[in-house]
């Protein structure tokens, strides 16, 4: 009897977080004022769900950086002298995301996979 009410326990334990993402991607899309989402296809199922994050975290935060550096100088040896200038300027953007109860829905396999990943919406 133990046993079965160990079972019985472990089983409910397990099944509480499935009930968090009982969401469909058509319930999700019905309330799209409520949730963030991102597509993703690909050849395999991996493919598709890292594009399907990757657009997803570019809807929640992009950072932009911006880099200047400028340069001046002087050099002499013995009568000549010479100046110098240097600028570099780079612009870099990323963006970053710890996705935290993300639900997932596989639209289509086979030879290409369709995969949505959506949150419920930071805002």
């Known amino acids: 009897m133990k046993i079965v009410n160990s079972l019985f326990i472990g089983l409910m334990l397990l099944s ?3 009930s968090l993402f009982a969401q469909t991607w058509d319930e999700v899309k019905a309330e799209s ?3 963030v989402w991102g597509e993703g296809w690909g050849g395999n199922l991996e493919q598709a769900d890292r594009a399907a994050m990757s657009a997803l975290s570019s809807k929640i935060s992009i ?3 911006n880099e200047f550096q400028s340069t001046e100088g002087q050099t002499s040896s013995g009568r000549e002298k010479s100046r110098y200038s240097s600028i570099e300027n ?4 990323f963006s970053s995301a710890a996705l935290c109860n993300c639900g ?3 639209l289509e396999s086979g030879k290409q996979y369709h995969v949505v990943r959506w949150i ?4």
């Open 90 to 93: 780079n612009i870099r953007s």
């Open 33 to 35: 004022s409520r949730y």
């Open 16 to 18: 509480s977080p499935i």
């Open 63 to 65: 950072t932009f950086i």
């Open 120 to 123: 419920v919406s930071p805002r």
């Open 104 to 106: 997932m829905e596989i």
